[in-house]
């Protein structure tokens, strides 16, 4: 398992920006898939945007265009702009260390989770 710590949470208004990171324990190049998720209260934890070992991402459809996601050699990062009150909820970062390098959004996709970092958007 692959130990994962996020920061950068925080407070903001409509519209403003964020910058979520995830520090690793091992090198991230080394990781077949890394990926966002969050979970708001009383709903289910969904996929927010992967990247696999080639640097491949993908992203949910209510983010696209807004959230970026990206990494070095040490750090996951999630760049979220235009943000909305919609995007309110714990934000996790999870790791898959093996196997196949298509990245999915399911939480049983990976096998390591950081702790989270809490988003609120307010209006």
């Known amino acids: 398992q692959v130990l994962l710590v996020e920061s950068g949470g925080g407070s903001v208004q409509a519209g403003g920006s964020l910058r979520l990171s995830c520090a690793s324990s091992?090198?991230?190049?080394?990781?077949?898939?890394m990926a966002w998720f969050r979970q708001a209260p009383g709903k289910e934890r969904e996929g927010v945007a992967t990247?696999?070992?080639?640097?491949f991402t993908t992203y949910a459809d209510s983010v696209k265009g807004r959230f970026t996601i990206s990494k070095d050699k040490d750090t996951l990062f999630l760049q979220m702009d235009r943000l909305k009150p919609e995007d309110t909820a714990m934000y996790y970062c999870?790791?898959?260390?093996?196997?196949?390098?298509?990245?999915?959004?399911?939480?049983?996709?990976?096998?390591?989770w950081g702790q989270g970092t809490q988003v609120t958007v307010s209006s």
């Open positions: 999870a790791a898959r260390k093996w196997g196949s390098d298509t990245c999915s959004d399911r939480t049983y996709d990976y096998d390591s």
């Open positions: 091992v090198h991230t190049f080394a990781a077949r898939c």
């Open positions: 990247i696999n070992v080639d640097f």
